[in-house]
C-alpha cells in the first residue's frame, strides 16, 4: 500500500508547553544559610529566625479565585493582615512580579512566590547519640520530639539536618525507616543510596526484628501477652487508628519488665486508694501506678503499639491520643473493636487538637486544665521586629515527645544486633526498687513464636481464656507465662 502524502493543512500539531523556570528569591538572604543557624538554650534546640522562598505552581483548585483569598484559606498560620501587607510589599509575587492588588486572580500555571521570615519550633537538644557506624551506615539513638525529615514547622530542626549540620554539608543522611517525631530510638541512616536501599528492604522483608520498651498505666499482667488485633485507620486527618474487624492483620508479643504501685499503696497490693484523702489531688491514672513494658511488633501498622495497648486496657501514660480521657471516656477505649462511637470520638478529638489546646503536642487527661489555665502563655506578647509576627513561648517538656522507645533492633540470621540503654522515664522512680536495664527474663525477642503459634504469618494465634477475662477483651488476645 503505497504511502500518500497528507495536504500540511489537515493536522495541526501544537507547538510543546513551555515554562519559565521559577523566580528568583526575592530577599537576598534567602537562600540556604550555612552553618545552620543553631543555637541552644534552656535545654532546647533552637533555629535564629531566616528568611526562606517557597515557589508553589497554581493548583486546580486555585484556578480564577483571588490572591488574597488563597491565602487566607490555604495558609492559615499566618493572619490575614500579614498576608495582605507580604503582597503590598512584595513578598509575595506572581511568576516573579509585583501584585498589582489582592484582589488579583490566579490563572493556570502561575508560579506564586513566597518568602517568609521563618520561625521554627524548637526541639529538644538532647543530642543524636551514635550506636554504630561504619563506612556504609549509620545507627543513631533519636531523641523524642525532632522529626526524621524536615516538614510542616520543621525544617532545619530534623534528624537530617542536624546530622548534615554535624558532619559537613555534603553529607547526605538516608533514612532506611522512620520513627514517629514523638517516638525515640534506634533508626538506622544510610551513607550512600545503595546502602539505605539494602537496609530498607531488610526491614521491610521482616527478617529484622524489633524491640520497643514504653511506660503504661496500670499494673501490666507477667508472661508473654499476645494481641493480634486488626487496626484500621479511622480518621487520617487526625492520625487516629482504631481495633477493628475489617482493618489490617496486626500482632504484638507485650513482656512486663517493672511494675511500679502508686504512692500509698500497702505492701504493693492494690486496695481503695481513690477513697484515700492523701490522693485525692492525684492524677486518676496514678492511682493505678505504671508498668514498664517491653514490646515486640510481628507486624508494622501504624500506631500499632499504641492501639494495641489501648485495647488490653494500658495504655501509654503519656500518650496525647490513645490515653485521653476527654476524649475515649473513662475505660480509655479498652476493649472497643466496634464503631458506634467513631463520630463523637473524631469530634473530640478534632476539638481538642483545635479549639481547646491550640498548638499543643500533648493535651492528655489532667495537663488540660492546667494547660488551659496558662493557655495565653502560648503567646508571648511579643512580635518579630523584621515581620511582625506573633511570638510564641517555648514547647514545654509534655510536648517533646511520649513514653515510648525503639530499644533494640537485631537481625534474625545473628549478623548483627543494636541496642541502647532504658531512657531515664523506664528506671525505677526516687525510692523504689526495680530494674535499671533489661533482664533476659523479659526479653521479647527469646520469646519462643512457635510456642505461642506466632512462627509464621499464616499460624494462628492460640487464645487462653485467662487473658480473656484479665483484660475485658475478645478473645484474641493471648498470654503465656
Not at 516538614?151 to 525507616?177: D, M, Q, V
Not at 497490693?269 to 501506678?289: C, F, H, P, S, Y
Not at 501504624?302 to 475505660?331: E, W
Not at 493557655?375 to 511582625?388: D, F, I, Y
Request: net charge negative; aromatic share 8%; hydrophobic share 30%.
Amino acid at each position: 500500500m503505497a504511502l500518500v502524502a497528507s495536504p500540511k493543512s489537515e493536522f495541526h500539531v501544537p507547538p510543546p508547553d513551555t515554562f519559565e523556570d521559577p523566580p528568583a528569591v526575592v530577599v537576598p538572604d534567602a537562600g540556604d544559610p550555612w552553618p545552620r543557624p543553631y543555637y541552644l538554650e534552656n535545654g532546647l534546640r533552637k533555629v535564629r529566625p531566616y528568611h526562606f522562598t517557597y515557589n508553589t505552581y497554581c493548583k486546580a483548585r486555585w484556578r480564577d479565585r483571588e490572591i488574597l483569598d488563597i491565602f487566607a484559606s490555604e495558609f492559615r498560620d499566618r493572619p490575614l493582615e500579614y498576608y495582605k501587607s507580604a503582597i503590598e510589599s512584595g513578598y509575595i509575587t506572581i511568576n516573579g512580579k509585583p501584585i498589582p492588588s489582592t484582589s488579583s486572580l490566579i490563572r493556570n500555571g502561575d508560579v506564586i512566590t513566597h518568602t517568609i521570615h521563618r520561625h521554627e519550633t524548637p526541639v529538644s537538644a538532647t543530642p543524636i547519640g551514635v550506636v554504630h557506624e561504619d563506612d556504609d551506615l549509620l545507627v543513631i539513638n533519636k531523641p523524642a520530639g525532632v522529626p526524621v525529615h524536615p516538614a510542616g514547622r520543621y525544617n532545619f530542626n530534623s534528624i537530617t539536618e542536624i546530622l548534615r549540620a554535624e558532619r559537613h554539608y555534603t553529607f547526605n543522611p538516608l533514612p532506611c525507616h522512620r520513627l514517629d517525631r514523638l517516638t525515640s530510638g534506634i533508626m538506622f541512616i544510610g551513607k550512600t543510596k545503595e546502602a539505605a536501599e539494602r537496609m530498607s528492604e531488610q526491614i521491610r522483608s521482616r527478617t529484622v526484628r524489633k524491640e520497643y520498651v514504653t511506660r503504661v498505666v496500670g499494673e501490666f499482667p507477667e508472661g508473654e501477652v499476645v494481641c493480634d488485633q486488626p487496626i484500621l485507620q479511622i480518621s487520617p486527618k487526625l492520625g487516629l487508628n482504631r481495633v477493628r474487624a475489617n482493618g489490617k492483620e496486626a500482632r504484638t508479643v507485650f513482656k512486663r519488665l517493672a511494675y511500679y504501685p502508686p504512692k500509698g499503696e500497702d505492701n504493693g497490693v492494690a486496695g481503695d486508694i481513690a477513697e484515700n484523702q492523701k490522693t485525692k489531688g492525684m492524677a486518676w491514672k496514678n492511682l493505678r501506678g505504671y508498668s514498664i513494658v517491653r514490646c515486640m511488633p510481628l507486624t508494622g501498622r501504624t500506631h500499632q503499639l499504641r492501639v494495641h495497648l489501648q485495647f488490653l486496657g494500658h495504655p501509654i501514660a503519656n500518650d496525647p491520643i490513645y490515653c485521653n480521657q476527654r476524649v475515649f471516656g473513662p475505660s480509655l477505649g479498652r476493649g472497643e473493636d466496634v464503631s458506634d462511637n467513631d463520630d463523637d470520638i473524631i469530634t473530640r478529638l478534632g476539638r481538642m487538637g483545635k479549639d481547646e489546646i491550640a498548638e499543643a503536642v500533648a493535651y492528655h487527661d489532667e495537663m488540660v486544665d492546667n494547660y488551659e489555665k496558662r493557655r495565653a502563655e502560648k503567646m508571648s506578647g511579643e512580635v518579630c521586629e523584621s515581620c511582625q509576627t506573633p511570638l510564641y513561648t517555648d514547647p514545654g517538656v509534655h510536648e517533646m515527645g511520649i513514653y515510648l522507645h525503639a530499644k533494640r533492633y537485631a537481625c534474625t540470621d545473628g549478623k548483627w544486633d543494636y541496642e541502647t540503654p532504658l531512657p531515664d522515664w523506664a528506671l525505677p522512680p526516687l525510692g523504689m526498687d526495680g530494674p535499671t536495664e533489661a533482664t533476659k527474663e523479659s526479653d521479647p525477642l527469646a520469646v519462643d513464636l512457635k510456642k505461642l503459634g506466632l512462627e509464621d504469618d499464616e499460624s494462628p494465634i492460640q487464645t487462653s481464656s485467662k487473658t480473656a477475662e484479665v483484660h475485658s477483651s475478645p478473645a484474641a488476645v493471648s498470654t503465656a507465662t
